[in-house]
Nanobody, 127 residues
Framework: QVQLVESGGGLVQAGGSLRLSCAAS????????MGWFRQTPGKDREFVAA????????EYTASAKGRFTIARDNAAKTLYLEMNSLKPDASAVYYC????????????????????WGQGTQVTVSS
């Protein structure tokens, strides 16, 4: 079992920055590839970014490339998402998720393959 708790969301003006954190407890954090997803009311959950078990590999959705950075600290059992140059269309509830990954460089962009999810943190970007 892994428990995930997100924090760092809030209200920010367009062009601003936020840093989301996801604190994990339970099993060895480095056993899991990690990801960030987001969802707005009435829409499907959307992939944002993912990182491999020890952080060597990352992947981003097109809208996040160059502006968002996913990172992890396995010793602290924490996942991060640094979001810069935020736009109003980034407003959503952001979720972190953990995927029990076999390979060190595995990355998963599809939410249905993740095993554990946090409760989410709201990000609102005002125009």
């Amino acid at each position: 079992q892994v428990q995930l708790v997100e924090s760092g969301g809030g209200l920010v003006q367009a062009g601003g920055s936020l840093r989301l954190s996801c604190a994990a407890s339970g099993r060895d954090f480095s056993d899991f590839a990690m990801g960030w997803f987001r969802q707005t009311p009435g829409k499907d959950r959307e992939f944002v970014a993912a990182i491999s078990r020890i952080g060597y590999a990352t992947e981003y959705t097109a809208s996040a490339k160059g502006r968002f950075t996913i990172a992890r600290d396995n010793a602290a059992k924490t996942l991060y998402l640094e979001m810069n140059s935020l736009k109003p269309d980034a407003s959503a509830v952001y979720y972190c998720a953990a995927d029990k990954a076999t390979y060190w460089d595995s990355i998963q962009t599809r939410g249905q393959y993740y095993d554990y999810w946090g409760q989410g943190t709201q990000v609102t970007v005002s125009s």
